[in-house]
């Protein structure tokens, strides 16, 4: 059903990868390690020898379940595989183990960050083929290599109803997915793959519409869109006549080529595959699998802007995070919840990412930011220390407390003291002073900034500024 009201219409088939042990029909391992020799992680399953015979991951399932339950679609009551016939290298049993007649899931939602609803199709469970590997490139190859290491892997595929109607929302559709996989712990946005396909057409064509095969990951998804809307315009403007077809993503070059212009459904002769039993979704497998399912990104934002007075946008940012969100729910029961909001939102955030990390890979406990905050909330360190500690915290975890006592890094309350070294400063920087005097209030910033040196941080900025213009007029 298209969207007659927009001028772009796009619907979006995204492939995902799940975080499990093992492969989704054999026990070979999912993933493998950095730079491991190509099929190596492989047997008679995954390579597709005749006569194998497919085990169900029920982990695998379980994830899938999962995402099912998170975007409240409808379960079916079997899960049933069929064979997907096709001939290429990449699938060397000849068909793709996957859904088809009966998906896992149907009629489910997504919201975006503008809270518009994106309606889902379908989710169902497939294997992932393997890599064709082009040794010099797509186009120069004279030969291409099939590594059998990824064959086999876990997949979801969601299909989303084409409610979307630009290339941004189609980006923020992929990020609000991801968010909702990280939160159910089902996939590792460092190690496994997401990608996705989409249709993609414009009012002035009718509606004709473009596939775009194998995006990944939600800058590219928009890059992508935005490259084809543009061509697709441009033809139609030259009084060419777009035609349905598959087209590839080149994000070296940065266009949409054509691959094929043929291609339905009907052509892959689905069946039913007979080596593998219908399983039923019983409510009481549901119900358990209800049991552990976390709180999501939108019931903490809910939660943080209503019950614990947090403006939105910093909430947005916090629960987006589900380790960032459980630490803010531990540290504001001990502190001040707008300045556990502050401290993770920018402070932590900010050294996290200068040093390319998350939270998980530091040993960065709840417990060292409640102290943290507390010795900020007790002025008994300045904010500029607490930074300082916060950039040390991310290598290592130590003993705040003494560190602060050892370092001698308690704020400097005594008046007599900060007095001495703004007098120093002043006779320091001359220059700085009659400009300041002359009316040129940036000028102290610089005076201010001589005497946290002296201080090493410990003297609180707005302190010394109330001083200096004392001392100064
Ligand atoms: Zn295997
Ligand atoms: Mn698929």
Redesign the pocket.
């Known amino acids: 059903m298209v969207n007659f009201t927009s001028d772009i219409v796009i619907g979006l088939e995204i492939h995902v990868e799940l975080k499990t042990d093992s492969?989704l029909?054999?026990?070979?391992k999912r993933s493998g390690t950095e730079g491991e020799e190509p099929n190596t992680?492989?047997?008679?399953?995954?390579?597709g020898h005749p006569g194998s015979k497919p085990v169900l991951n029920k982990k695998a399932v379980e994830f899938a379940i999962k995402l099912a339950l998170a975007t409240d679609s409808k379960i079916a009551e079997e899960l049933i595989f069929s064979r997907k016939s096709y001939f290429y290298p990449d699938m060397s049993k000849n068909y793709q183990i996957t859904q088809y007649e009966v998906p896992l899931a149907t009629d489910g939602k997504i919201k975006l960050e503008s809270k518009k609803e994106i309606g889902l199709v379908r989710i169902h469970m497939e294997e992932d083929p393997a890599a064709l590997v082009h040794p010099a490139g797509m186009k120069d190859s004279k030969y291409v290599l099939v590594d059998y290491n990824r064959?086999?892997d876990p997949l979801v595929e969601v299909v989303t109803k084409p409610d979307l109607t630009s290339p941004g929302e189609a980006r923020d559709f992929m990020k609000q997915l991801i968010t909702i996989l990280e939160y159910l712990e089902i996939f590792d946005v460092d190690n496994c793959i997401i990608k996705a396909d989409a249709n993609i057409s414009i009012k002035e064509s009718s509606y004709t519409r473009a596939e775009i095969k194998n995006i990944t990951g939600f800058k590219e998804i928009e890059r992508a869109l935005n490259y084809e809307v543009a061509r697709q315009k441009k033809e139609v403007e030259e009084g060419k006549k777009i035609v349905q077809e598959t087209r590839a993503w080149d994000s070296e070059k940065g266009i949409t080529f054509s691959l094929r212009t043929k291609e339905t459904e009907a052509d892959y002769g689905y069946i039913v595959d007979p080596n593998l039993v219908k399983i039923d979704l019983t409510k009481e497998w549901i119900n358990e699998i209800k049991k552990q399912m976390p709180e999501l990104a939108h019931e903490k934002l809910a939660k943080f802007t209503k019950e614990h007075g947090i403006k939105e946008e910093m909430a947005k940012v916090i629960s987006k995070d589900k380790a960032l969100a459980e630490m803010f729910e531990a540290v504001s029961t001990a502190v001040n919840p707008e300045l556990a909001a502050k401290w993770i939102r920018r402070e932590l955030t900010r050294v996290l990412n200068y040093n390319k990390k998350k939270l998980k890979d530091t040993e960065i406990k709840e417990s060292h930011m409640i102290e943290l905050l507390k010795l900020i909330e007790e002025k008994k360190i300045t904010e500029t220390v607490a930074q300082r500690i916060i950039e040390k915290l991310v290598e290592k975890s130590f003993d705040i407390g003494r560190y602060v006592k050892e370092q001698g890094l308690e704020t400097v309350s005594d008046q007599g003291e900060i007095e001495k070294l703004c007098k120093e400063a002043i006779k320091e920087a001359p220059q700085a002073v009659e400009e300041y005097k002359a009316g040129k209030e940036k000028a102290l910033n610089f005076v201010v900034g001589i005497v946290m040196k002296k201080s090493r941080g410990k003297a609180s900025p707005k302190e010394v500024n109330e001083i200096l213009k004392k001392l100064i007029y």
């Open positions: 492969k029909f054999c026990s070979c992680r492989t047997c008679q399953v995954c390579l064959s086999g």
